[in-house]
């Protein structure tokens, strides 16, 4: 048996065969390293996929313990203006119901003692009541002192005492 040669027959010319080994082999380069580029950008892409679903859950998680703690403190806030509401509500009604009678304000002025001039009365509507008025020695503004405490107001608060040449002792009192 004969051996078959092989025949090879290259239809290039003998200069094309240098320039196409060199194109194949950049080719070959090229696609690796672009193949090198898409696996990178791959991993690149996973890795952030997997961060940003961190960072979800972990929004999440937060943002509902927070809503927990408003709804908390939503109750509270409830309870506190309740509160506060009432509060209030009540403060009115106590100062509405002790208002100093007229009955023992109009005793006190009427009846201030000697040496005491009563010069001005003014009142409002919480009860308060001013009273201005001079007394001529410190003996008569100390009796008139106790004769208001022997009343039993609620409050007797001395907001003014001056003494002055010609009138004596000017004091203001205010009377709750």
């Given at each position: 048996m004969q051996k078959r040669r092989e025949v090879q027959i290259n239809l290039l010319r003998k200069e094309a065969k240098p320039v196409l080994g060199k194109l194949q082999n950049l080719f070959r380069q090229t696609s690796f390293i672009l193949l090198a580029i898409y696996l990178f950008a791959l991993v690149g892409l996973f890795a952030a996929f997997l961060f940003f679903s961190r960072q979800e859950r972990f929004l999440t998680q937060t943002n509902e313990a927070l809503l927990a703690q408003v709804e908390v403190l939503r109750e509270k806030e409830g309870l506190?203006?309740?509160?506060r509401n009432r509060i209030s509500l009540s403060r009115n009604i106590f100062?509405?119901?002790?208002?100093?009678p007229p009955k023992e304000i109009e005793e006190a002025i009427t009846s201030p003692g000697s040496g005491i001039q009563i010069q001005e009365v003014t009142s409002d509507e919480t009860g308060r009541t001013v009273i201005a008025g001079n007394a001529v020695t410190?003996?008569?503004l100390e009796n008139f002192f106790d004769q208001l405490k022997a009343k039993k107001f609620k409050s007797v608060t001395l907001k003014s005492l001056e003494l002055d040449?010609?009138?004596?002792?000017?004091?203001?009192?205010?009377?709750f």
């Open positions: 506190l203006v309740l509160l100062a509405k119901s002790i208002t100093v410190s003996m008569a040449a010609k009138k004596g002792y000017v004091f203001f009192l205010e009377i």
